[in-house]
């Protein structure tokens, strides 16, 4: 890491956001109650210190594109060609959203239809895969995706999904066992990339075993889209024959995905995403997504994805000289990844306490885990939503006391404690308004 901001700097940089005026008058008069409960989750997300590294906070201009009456149009096909008359302005929305994506990530072809993570990688599976193919994938309990040929997702169901892990000392990659795997196996798909690897990914390692084995390679970038889109990541381009995101994590757009290539796969791409897969694309989604790659494309979207790591690193420097054990010992990206074992509390335990005291985290496997994946040994943060808060690397130790003391009161079953933490972080938060969250 080279690149820290200063703390006023960052907090200009990635928190700058027009108030949101969204209160929604009209649900409130017509929908109370739901309109009661979009407003307690609108103050939940002010008050509390959000640290699941897959979520964040859009900007009040996302917001806005994704609730307008784009919604009310069918488009299914693609620009020029649709199967429904009346897209005089959809056209030009889907092709802004897409000449964004190109430019944002450098690739020759992108499809903003996918209406998420998941169907996007089903859409690369129908592309470039038959029914009972070998798939690879990292195994999910190491730090992969469901969709990576995970036995109770489709993928797994579908296709006969080899997995590949860390190692059991390092908490890393090992590129001989994938590459022996990929040999032996054959797969028509090799996944790169999932939800809890805190480590850079090397893809071009994965693109020379790739090509020796006569896969196609998939660089899920879901997580780390944004990292990439900000300069804080190496790019799969042009090593991965496909690339296949979410738009709604680090890159801090709508709830969608996106699946690019080089132009030849691009005709598989879009057949099997519609009409393979999909009907009409969400085209109030699509316009988000054109939205957030225009504030992606901007310089300080690069002091933002720089933040994040910043911040995830002087974290997990924290969390270390507080006795915590980091898998891989630390952190390239958003994410940190602890085993909670040496400190004597479940990962659910430590999950469930810590929300109590407003730190909002999820349990986790940790790779080698002995317990089940329903009740894990370790959790799993991110800095994702705290940087889009304007948090800098000078809260961190705070974060990780928090964090400390939390995980403390857990053990010692200390609700008074949670309770202290709860204000305390309650405090920092108020002085740290949330882009796109109307003022309460
Ligand atoms: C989040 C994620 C997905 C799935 O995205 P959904 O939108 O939840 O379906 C797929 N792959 C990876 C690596 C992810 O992190």
Redesign the pocket.
């Known amino acids: 890491m080279t690149h820290s901001p200063s703390p006023s700097s960052s907090h200009s940089a990635v928190s700058a956001d027009a108030p949101n005026t969204l209160n929604h008058p009209a649900l409130a008069a017509q929908d109370p109650e739901l309109s009661a409960l979009i407003g307690a989750e609108e103050q939940l997300q002010a008050d509390t210190l959000r640290l699941i590294p ?1 979520e964040n906070y859009v900007s009040t201009a996302v917001l806005e594109a994704s609730g307008t009456v784009l919604q009310n149009k069918y488009s299914e096909g693609y620009p020029g060609r649709r199967y429904y008359e009346g897209q005089q302005n959809i056209d030009p929305v889907e092709r802004l959203a897409v000449a964004r994506a190109k430019s944002v990530f450098g690739v020759e072809h992108a499809n903003v239809q996918p209406y ?4 996007a ?1 089903l859409a690369v599976y129908l592309a470039f895969a038959e029914p009972g193919d070998t798939v690879m994938g990292m195994a999910l309990p190491m730090g992969g ?1 469901l ?2 040929g995970w036995g109770v997702s489709a993928t797994g169901k579908w296709f006969r999904g080899v997995q590949y892990g860390v190692r059991h000392d390092t908490g890393r990659i090992d590129f001989d066992e994938v590459r022996d795997l990929a040999l032996k196996e054959r797969p028509k798909l090799i996944f790169c ?3 809890a690897l805190p480590r850079t990914i090397d893809f071009a390692a994965f693109a020379k075993i790739a090509h020796e084995a006569g896969a196609v390679l998939v660089a ?1 970038i ?2 780390i889209a944004g990292l990439i889109a900000g300069g804080a990541h190496p790019s799969p381009v042009p090593h991965a024959d496909v690339i ?1 995101t ?1 738009t ?2 680090t890159l801090r757009g709508p ?1 969608g ?1 996106m699946l690019m290539s080089r132009e030849e796969h691009a005709k598989a791409i879009d057949k099997a995403v519609f009409p393979g897969l999909q009907g009409g694309p969400h085209n109030q989604t699509t316009a988000a997504i054109a939205v957030a790659l225009h504030e992606a494309s901007q310089p300080s979207f690069r002091d933002y994805a720089h933040a994040v790591v910043a911040n995830a690193q002087a974290l997990a420097e924290a969390l270390l000289a507080r006795g915590f054990d980091l898998v891989s010992g630390g952190t390239d990206n958003h994410l940190i990844l602890m085993d909670l074992t040496p400190k004597d509390v479940p990962g659910k335990v430590a999950a469930k306490a810590l929300d109590r005291a407003g730190i909002v985290v999820n349990y986790n496997t940790v790779p080698y885990d002995p317990r089940k994946p329903f009740d894990p040994s370790g959790i799993r943060i991110g800095t994702p939503s705290l940087t889009s808060r304007g948090l800098g690397t000078q809260h961190m130790p705070t974060v990780a006391d928090w964090i400390d003391r939390g995980v403390a009161a857990a053990r010692a079953g200390d609700e008074d404690a949670l309770t202290t933490i709860r204000s305390e972080v309650a405090d920092l938060m108020a002085a740290h308004p949330a882009p796109g969250l109307p003022a309460h």
């Open positions: 897959s998420s993570g998941s169907p990688n995706h969709t990576h990339g999932g939800t899920d879901a997580h296949s979410t709604h994590k709830r995905a």
